[in-house]
Every structure is written in structure tokens, then in C-alpha cells.
T-cell receptor, first 113, second 114 residues
Framework: AQSVTQLGSHVSVSEGALVLLRCNYS??????LFWYVQYPNQGLQLLLK??????LVKGINGFEAEFKKSETSFHLTKPSAHMSDAAEYFC???????????FGAGTRLFVKA | DTAVSQTPKYLVTQMGNDKSIKCEQN?????MYWYKQDSKKFLKIMFS???????INETVPNRFSPKSPDKAHLNLHINSLELGDSAVYFC?????????????FGPGTRLTVL
């Protein structure tokens, strides 16, 4: 069975600092991996996704994530945080043969001025 | 134009009542989903439909009944509402069958059962 674990339910960074949100996955088949962002009182929207084409994936708003098979990780990074990045971030996994996307528990990102 | 829309945005009701949430997507997608997000932000799939056909029913109580009159709509009817049904319900859609494609989410319906 597939699963995804997000380390840290809350992460706090200063504006301009590096953002690092951690995600580890478990999958018996090559996974598809996603990062979604949820702003307050809104639905989720896709930041980026890994579909085996390239291990370093660039997304919207300056975010990127690197797929590391040996570490079963797909951590999300951004070099410099903005106040507007404050939101809930979800890592998710699915497989090519299935119909389900499994979401992690989410990480709330706080950005301090 | 809103890609995935849900109505109502807020729903407050008494235990035991029956209520419906409507979802429409104008993206031309074949697959639609219902998710439940609890108070701790945990997001769990409830149902998935592809071309009006039920694909996933994720051990949801049979008080919850999805209905897809056409590819663009997936409504959720809930009978005999319970306190534990209080949550935010999200509709989503994706282009292709299966879970490998980007999902587009609606704004959510916050259901409060008193």
C-alpha cells in the first residue's frame, strides 16, 4: 500500500529564508508524487508533480522538489520565503495503475516578517 | 470562469437532516472526486467517478450517496447527518482516468452539523 509522511506539522521561517518541507513516501511501484498548496479557506492547487521525467521538478511560485529514490523522499524547497507563501502544504502519492491519490497530513508554513 | 465550483460554500444543519452538495466542473475532465477534510486538515478521498461511473468508494457510510448526472457534475447527498460529518468537503476533477493526473479542486463546502 502506498503512503506518504510529512515531517513536521508546522514549519516557521523568516521572510527571505530557505523553505524546506519534508516528505517521504512508500510505494511498491514507481510513484507519481505531488505537492499541493492550500491557502486559507480555499481548495488545493498544484505546486508541482513528479512523473519520472526528471528528478528535479520545478513548480510555480519559485518552488522545486527533488525525487530521491534511495531516500524515498520528495522534499519541497524554495530559496527565499515570501509572506504570501504562508499556507498549508500537502505531499501526495499515486501510482500508474491506481485511481487513488494518498495525501499526507499536511505541513503548515508560517512566514515571519 | 471558475473551473470547479461547489454550492453551497457553507452549510449549517441539525443532526438527522438530509443535505446535498453540488459540484460542477467546466474543464471537460472525465474524472471527478469527493474528498473530506477534517478539522486537523487531513484530506481523505471518499469517491471517484470516471465518465459517470463509480470507480472508488472508499468505505464511506452508505448515508453518503454520490450522483453523477453527467460528466461535468458530481453531487453528494448525505442522509441522517451526524456530528462526525462536520468537515470541509472538496470536489475535484482531473483530465484522465486514474490518479496520475493533476487534480483541480473546488473551493470547498464547510458542513457544520449541530
Amino acid at each position: 500500500a502506498q503512503s506518504v509522511t510529512q515531517l513536521g506539522s508546522h514549519v516557521s521561517v523568516s521572510e527571505g529564508a530557505l523553505v524546506l518541507l519534508r516528505c517521504n513516501y512508500s510505494s511498491s511501484v514507481p510513484p507519481y508524487l505531488f505537492w499541493y498548496v492550500q491557502y486559507p479557506n480555499q481548495g488545493l492547487q498544484l505546486l508541482l508533480k513528479y512523473t519520472s521525467a526528471a528528478t528535479l521538478v520545478k513548480g510555480i511560485n519559485g518552488f522545486e522538489a527533488e525525487f530521491k529514490k534511495s531516500e524515498t523522499s520528495f522534499h519541497l524547497t524554495k530559496p527565499s520565503a515570501h509572506m504570501s507563501d504562508a499556507a498549508e502544504y500537502f505531499c501526495a502519492v499515486s501510482d500508474t495503475g491506481g485511481f487513488k491519490t494518498i495525501f499526507g497530513a499536511g505541513t503548515r508554513l508560517f512566514v515571519k516578517a | 470562469d471558475t473551473a470547479v465550483s461547489q454550492t453551497p460554500k457553507y452549510l449549517v444543519t441539525q443532526m438527522g437532516n438530509d443535505k446535498s452538495i453540488k459540484c460542477e466542473q467546466n474543464l471537460g475532465h472525465d474524472t471527478m472526486y469527493w474528498y473530506k477534510q477534517d478539522s486537523k486538515k487531513f484530506l481523505k478521498i471518499m469517491f471517484s467517478y470516471n465518465n459517470k461511473e463509480l470507480i472508488i468508494n472508499e468505505t464511506v457510510p452508505n448515508r453518503f450517496s454520490p450522483k453523477s448526472p453527467d460528466k461535468a457534475h458530481l453531487n453528494l447527498h448525505i442522509n441522517s447527518l451526524e456530528l462526525g460529518d462536520s468537515a470541509v468537503y472538496f470536489c475535484a476533477s482531473s483530465q484522465v482516468e486514474g490518479a496520475t493526473d493533476t487534480q483541480y479542486f473546488g473551493p470547498g463546502t464547510r458542513l457544520t452539523v449541530l
